[in-house]
């Protein structure tokens, strides 16, 4: 079982940055898929990037394309959400996660506790 502690989330302004950090152990990550999910006060979680155990290999939901940077430090076991050119419908507790196989089976293992990224107008 992998353990997962999510960092780097706080309050910034429209138009600002984050980079939040999803520090991994407990077991082999290079072979791992991941994914960054977000949740909003009042609605569900949602997907937001994923990335391959190939660093190559990324996807994003649409409203954060252009805008968002997911990568991995295999040789740290962290995984990154670069978070440019916030908005205030960004506002929301982001989760990472584990994926069990291909990203496109949407079969998770562990979670995050989750932090909070708040975003001001």
Request: hydrophobic share 35%; net charge positive; charged share 15%.
């Amino acid at each position: 079982q992998v353990q997962l502690v999510e960092s780097g989330g706080g309050l910034v302004q429209a138009g600002g940055s984050l980079r939040l950090s999803c520090a991994a152990s407990g077991r082999s990550f290079s072979s791992i898929a991941m994914g960054w999910f977000r949740q909003a006060p009042g609605k569900e979680r949602e997907f937001v990037a994923a990335i391959s155990w190939n660093p190559s290999s990324a996807i994003y939901t649409d409203s954060v394309k252009g805008r968002f940077t997911i990568s991995r430090d295999n040789a740290k076991n962290t995984v990154y959400l670069q978070m440019n050119s916030l908005k205030p419908e960004d506002t929301a507790v982001y989760y990472c996660a584990t994926y069990r196989g291909p990203i496109s089976v949407g079969s998770f293992g562990s979670w995050g506790q989750g932090t909070q990224v708040t975003v001001s107008s």
